[in-house]
């Protein structure tokens, strides 16, 4: 039985080594929640809100998953047990969305589950791959710094670019990149930047064998991503668009999409994306896992996600190195000719670095079982 004895949320900014720019807007500072749990053994776990300071990417912003996981989420942790922590979405379900604050609380207690059974994350979510092929993103900028920035990630070895477009940045864009990257592996995200009535647009990103388009059109929405898909040879990959397994089932369906972002952040942990994992590895829908430009606490949950077998694309997980000077963890997660090792040390398989942690958390708050407990 584990019980949850004590839950330590750390108030973090990491400034991102360079702005990282989609068709949604511009990012220099991340803010995080980061999540530690203690349970009666005195084992910790650790997990990460991936939300954002503003509500561009999904409704949740850092202060609301903060007041959710305070004001109900954390209450209700520390005054259950758990034997297993896909419990813990069933006894959180009752309180609707709120999905990353979910999903931060989630991967702290899916962390010391491991570490109890003495054995890795990846192990414990059923992961085969013993490396994982690492992708990259090139956010929205200059053409020319775009292009530079795909030739030093070539070199470092990543194993598929993916670029960020938007509307009046897109056809020349992806052109030049081709002529210049004829064999790469490309794709594009548009982080819903499309309409419908764009689909002749669309349609001329055919002529660049994409890997695939990300999320083209609203992120509420799957019915006109079907209508798109129809009329694309390049296949549609769904990232805000799919919350849940059911959002999955019903993409597929309808033919919305033929390839899904797995981010456990999104679907609000690892035991829904576990869930997706299953129902798309029955009907061989290939999955990547996404990136929240993340610490390494995330990354390293993602690695662990990404070595289940139904993950057959390099997904957005690159080196800490990306965006930080410095990460949280050590080892840092590190790309070694295009592949990052999957841990094999109990739980997410990176130690915490307490120092670093501290030093960037402006506010640190301790909830325990006595504050609850009446
Ligand atoms: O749309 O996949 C996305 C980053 C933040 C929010 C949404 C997205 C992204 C990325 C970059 O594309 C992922 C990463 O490098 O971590
Ligand atoms: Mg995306």
Known sequence: MIQIERVILYHVKMKLKQHFKTSLGTIKEREFIIVEVKDQTGLTGWGEVSAFSSPWYTEETIETCYHMLRAFFIPNVLTRSFTHPSEIPDSLYHFKGNKMAKAGIEAAVWDIY????????????????????????????????????????????????????????????????????????????????????????????????????????????????????????????????????DDARKAIELGSCKVINVKPSRVGGLTEALKIHTFC???????????????GISRAQNVALASLPQFTIPGDISASSKYWEQDIIFPEIKVENGFIEVPTTPGMGVEVDYKALRSFSDKIDVFTKNDFMK
């Open 114 to 245: 491991a570490k109890r059974e003495k054995k890795s994350l990846h192990e414990v979510l059923g992961g085969t791959r013993k490396k994982i092929p690492s992708g990259v993103v090139v956010s929205l900028g200059p053409i020319d710094d775009m292009l530079a920035q795909i030739q030093q990630y070539v070199e470092e070895g990543y194993q598929r670019v993916k670029v960020k477009i938007k509307p009046g940045q897109d056809i020349g864009l992806i052109q030049k990149i081709r002529e210049r990257f004829p064999d790469l592996p490309l794709m594009a995200d548009a982080n819903s930047a499309y309409e419908l009535k764009d689909i002749s647009k669309l349609k001329q990103l055919d002529d660049f064998r994409l890997l695939m388009i990300e999320q083209p059109l609203s992120a509420d929405d799957i019915v006109d991503h079907r209508h798109l898909q129809k009329h694309l040879k390049t296949a549609i990959c769904l990232d805000e668009s799919i919350c849940s397994l």
């Open 281 to 295: 590895k029955e009907l061989q829908i290939p999955l990547w896992c996404g990136g929240m430009i993340e610490s």
